[in-house]
């Protein structure tokens, strides 16, 4: 549906443009239907490498895509034939997605024995009244914590593509954000501020929230997560620059470890104009810290 659409508002553009190609501002030669890449992309690759490969050295960070079925990142096929198998997802995600109510069942049960084995190991009794339930409940919870395993991004935004001619900084800040560091397995929580400037096409503005939903349910490191949704809406509607800020706690430094709260991690991706033009970045920046 999306490639679909995608494709006829491509055909409008290019006539519109009187041209063959949109382009982009950093010579980006991609068109904006590529429906294959889109499937089911943003799942991080099974490898644990968490940083996306430099295809070649003059390449934007826009066409950075370390696996083939587009599913370590929202994909480009200009890197389809460079990615190696590695980087493929894992078996595991593959099956969370595709999982019939049953595989469903079985895989939550397999997961409480799992934390009956935590609660064994960490000195408690898994039997006593007020753990009884805790295993299948924590199942369940951790299941809705990572359910961004089951969202395909192609349907988040699906039919939340628009032409429209307005060329100004669209912007959406604190939206909040929970996610699960991949890590630790504790949560990392935030606000992020996600900013682009159209190039004919706009996404409807809950689906930014939407996007960024999508990812951060599922384990990550903040710098990915921001990457990620900055690169799915690069790749959603080629606009002419994306910045994607955030600002997070996380429990796994305020809670144990180095144990210093109210420190704040933020991270930022800019891509296309914002990387590029400082002005158009710097109005960014001041409208959100309004
Ligand atoms: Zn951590």
């Not at 935004?157 to 032409?163: G, H, Q, T």
């Not at 949560?187 to 503005?205: E, S």
């Not at 706690?249 to 704040?264: D, F």
Request: glycine content about 6%.
């Amino acid at each position: 549906m999306l490639a679909e659409s995608l494709s006829k508002l491509e055909t409008c553009q290019n006539q519109a443009n009187g041209k063959a190609d949109s382009g982009h501002p950093e010579g980006n030669s991609v068109s904006i239907g590529t429906p294959r890449i889109h499937e089911g992309y943003g799942f991080r690759p099974p490898s644990g490498i968490s940083t996306p490969l430099i295809a070649s050295a003059s390449a934007a960070s826009e066409s950075l895509v370390p696996d083939s079925n587009g599913l370590g990142w929202p994909g480009k096929s200009v890197t389809y034939n460079r990615i190696s198998p590695e980087y493929r997802p894992a078996k595991s995600t593959y099956s969370r997605l595709t999982a019939t109510n049953e595989e469903k069942a079985a895989r939550e049960k397999k997961l409480a024995e799992a934390v009956r084995t935590i609660l064994d190991c960490i000195g408690e009794d898994p039997n006593r009244e007020g753990l009884l339930k805790t295993p299948e409940r924590y199942a369940k919870a951790v299941m809705w914590m990572t359910k961004g395993y089951e969202d395909r991004l192609t349907d988040v935004i699906n039919d939340a593509v628009f032409m429209e001619d307005h060329d100004e900084m669209v912007l959406v800040r604190d939206i909040d954000i929970s996610s699960l560091c991949e890590h630790h397995l504790v949560p990392f929580t935030g606000k992020i501020a996600i900013a682009y400037i159209p190039n004919k096409l706009v996404l409807g503005l809950s689906k930014l929230a939407r996007i960024a939903e999508t990812f951060s349910r599922r384990l990550q490191v903040q710098e990915r997560l921001t990457k990620q949704v900055a690169i799915a809406i690069q790749e959603a509607i080629k606009p002419r620059g994306v910045a994607v800020v955030m600002d997070a706690t996380h429990l796994c430094m305020t809670m144990r470890g180095v144990q210093k709260p109210g420190s704040i991690t933020t991270t930022s991706c800019m891509l296309g104009c914002f990387r590029t033009q400082q002005k158009t970045r710097e109005e960014f920046l001041t409208l959100i810290k309004r």
